[in-house]
């Protein structure tokens, strides 16, 4: 299960280790995308809004997650790479140990909070109920969501990115079929949405358990290697801290952009969340990316091959800025079509198509920001990560958003370039923190 990525082909050790990442970035979105549509059949409106406004604070508490956890990722990465059985063993036993604390913490805040939360999400009173119930829900199955996405990190800190995939193929099968139960059989409307969601992770949950005790595939992990050690602990933090709070940066800066879209109406507040949805699928290469440029180059770095580490993030620029441009072309001429498979309203069709056709030229720029801030946190420097997209939110996202909601009321397009226009600014914020560690190297001999 364990793979040295330190050796062989660079290109084609990334395409390898990529694609099983992309595949189970690609069915976890289909848990949204399931929600939405079979909601849309039954409830087209309020229950779409209600999902939409529900699962994008679900999203944002996820990515914050995997962000966090994207520390034991690189130090996991940086043991293999150096062939340090110990360290390895160490950081998984402490990964779990400081993960179960933190899903039991964030358990009880959110279901305190769930009231508020959907008050400061400017929730049109057509979808109160439906919200609130939504997330009830989804926050009593935060300690599966939590454990779920360590159980992800720690492979792909040890180079396996196939044990994740199948076990969100499990879980989205089973989101499906408990979608159309709980939604079409049972009536139970957003409620059931987040059902289905919350048992679905679960089952993958306890059946990656059991695949884990009966192949053996964490050998050498014991007791003691659980017990809370406080280096690890605080490098395990020191680069997840600040990915997971630029992660909840840019989340909050889409509920922000969300927020401004539900004070527009009801159309306006679907219409953003289906193409945010769309977004995501778009955004699966990227994403897939950073998290392979960053288990990647931690091994390379590791094994101190940093021309390799640097060589991976290059070609993961081309192939996400490749792919971003085949998608901003395609939907120029798709997205009233794409809109138009979760909801028949025509005014909904309408929005989402000017919304999708000017958002959607950010897949070029943010697949490359995405990518150095996977080779950012692999050099243990998340905090540039956290930087630019900082930058990129306060200076141009949320600003242009909300002006160009308020200047423009009959049209969602301008709203749009919000998005593109804050990852440019992110990439030529990443381009300058590049050069400068690359001097840092030369002039130093370390990071």
């Known amino acids: 299960m364990e793979k040295n990525l330190a050796r062989g082909s660079v290109f084609k050790n990334l395409i390898l280790f990529s694609l099983p990442f992309l595949l189970s970035y690609l069915l976890q979105t289909l848990y949204g995308l399931a929600d939405l549509f079979i909601i849309g059949q039954f409830d087209p409106t309020a229950g779409t809004s209600a999902v939409s406004i529900g699962s994008q604070v679900m999203h944002m508490l996820t990515v914050m997650i995997v962000g966090l956890a994207m520390g034991s990722t690189v130090l996991i990465g940086k043991a293999v790479g150096s062939e340090d059985a110990e360290l390895k063993n160490i950081s998984i036993g402490n990964t779990v140990t400081l993960f179960l604390i933190i899903s039991a913490v964030l358990t009880v805040i959110l279901l305190v909070c769930t009231a508020p939360i959907v008050s400061v999400m400017s929730t049109p009173a057509e979808a109160v109920s439906g919200t609130r119930d939504y997330l009830k829900i989804c926050f009593a199955g935060i300690p599966f969501i939590v454990m779920y996405n360590i159980i992800c990190s720690i492979f792909r800190g040890m180079g396996d990115s196939k044990s994740p995939m199948y076990i969100?193929?499990?879980?989205?099968?089973?989101?499906?079929?408990?979608?159309?139960?709980?939604?079409?059989?049972?009536?139970?409307?957003?409620?059931g949405a987040a059902l289905g969601t919350t048992t679905s992770q679960a089952i993958s949950v306890i059946i990656a358990f059991f695949a884990i005790r009966s192949k053996q595939m964490l050998s050498g992990l014991e007791k003691r290697h659980f017990k809370p050690d406080s280096k690890i602990i605080k490098n395990i933090l020191s680069v997840g801290i600040p990915v997971s709070a630029q992660d909840g940066f840019i989340q909050i800066s889409f509920i922000v952009i969300t927020v401004f879209a539900n004070q527009r109406g009801l159309a306006d507040s679907a219409a953003v969340g289906i193409v945010e949805k769309l977004i995501g699928i778009l955004f699966l290469i990227p994403s897939t990316l950073l998290a392979s440029v960053s288990a990647i180059c931690a091994q390379n770095i590791g094994a101190g091959k940093e021309d390799r580490a640097k060589s991976t993030m290059w070609y993961a620029i081309l192939v996400a800025a490749g792919c971003g441009l085949v998608f901003a072309v395609v939907f120029q001429f798709a997205a009233a079509g794409a809109v138009g498979l979760f909801s028949s309203d025509p005014e909904v069709i309408r929005l989402g198509d000017q919304y999708m056709r000017s958002y959607v030229w950010d897949c070029i720029l943010a697949g490359m920001h995405f990518v150095f801030s996977g080779y950012f946190c692999a050099c243990a420097k998340s905090g540039l990560s956290f930087m630019h997209n900082v930058i990129s939110i306060v200076c141009a996202r949320i600003p242009i958003a909300y002006y160009t909601s308020v200047h423009f009321p009959d049209t969602l397009y301008p709203m749009g370039w919000a998005a593109p226009i804050g990852s440019l600014l992110s990439v030529i914020v990443c381009l300058i923190a590049y050069a400068y560690l690359n001097r840092r190297i030369l002039k130093t001999g370390q990071l």
């Open 168 to 191: 969100v193929t499990v879980a989205c099968f089973c989101n499906i079929v408990l979608d159309l139960l709980f939604i079409g059989l049972c009536h139970m409307g957003p409620a």
